[in-house]
């Protein structure tokens, strides 16, 4: 993945902390490097959590606060049913990625894996792939892994990392943008604690010759 101020990237999460859990680090290392870094969560993230709907504008301010953590520059939300893709048409879904993507004019996208036991993720997965297709002017998409999700996932052929990016400068400001999402951290053992967030990145850092990383999947690259 190249680094040098010349990209922009879009990272698309189904949820509200998925975008840091899974690409934090990276996304720091982007907007360090000078590249445009955009956020879309297409969920509202929280109706089928919560009962307490007036959530949703408590979890976007999280979203924004941890994006200036991050230094993503713009936030974008398609606010379509928490935990319920399956019952929204795929079109939709892939509009919802699609009008971003026409916005922000991505060169790099980084979404889900399809590796997943949240079925909102296999869903988004599924549209960046449409959204990405040849001659969107996308240059590269790549899956990230989500702590939690990607771990739980049962019966698939697993999550085969192709990418690792260095973020040993970069794995605690990860920390504390997560720290933003005030309902989302948990405690030891669970894989959204800090504590367990640092070993991810401490195990894909032994994995790749530095002290921590986090691992992707290219699943398109168009050169």
Do not use: W
Not at 23 to 37: F, N, S
Not at 42 to 53: K, R
Not at 143 to 172: K, M, Q, R, W
């Amino acid at each position: 993945m190249i680094f040098d101020g010349s990209n922009t990237v879009l990272v698309i999460g189904a949820h509200p902390d998925d975008e840091v859990l899974g690409a934090g680090g990276t996304m720091a290392k982007h907007a360090a490097c000078g590249d445009e870094v955009h956020v879309l969560i297409v969920t509202e993230g929280t109706t089928h959590q919560y009962s307490d709907t007036d959530l949703i504008e408590e979890k976007q301010d999280h979203t924004r606060a941890c994006a200036d953590v991050l230094g993503a520059t713009g936030v974008h939300f398609g606010e379509l049913p928490d935990m319920r893709l399956d019952t929204v048409a795929h079109v939709d879904v892939n509009d919802a990625i699609e009008t971003v993507c026409a916005e922000v004019e991505p060169d790099i996208v980084y979404t889900h894996s399809r590796r997943e036991v949240n079925q909102d993720h296999v869903a988004v997965h599924d549209s960046t792939l449409v959204a990405a297709r040849p001659g969107s002017g996308i240059s590269a998409v790549v899956a990230y892994e989500t702590p939690s999700s990607t771990d739980f996932a049962a019966n698939t052929d697993g999550f085969t990392p192709s990418l690792f990016v260095d973020i040993s400068e970069y794995v605690d400001r990860k920390i504390t943008a997560f720290a933003e999402y005030k309902t989302e951290i948990r405690e030891l053992p669970h894989p959204r604690s800090p504590d367990a967030l640092h070993a991810i990145a401490t195990t894909r850092g032994a994995a790749s010759g530095v002290t921590a990383a986090e691992a992707f999947d290219i699943l398109r690259a168009y050169r």
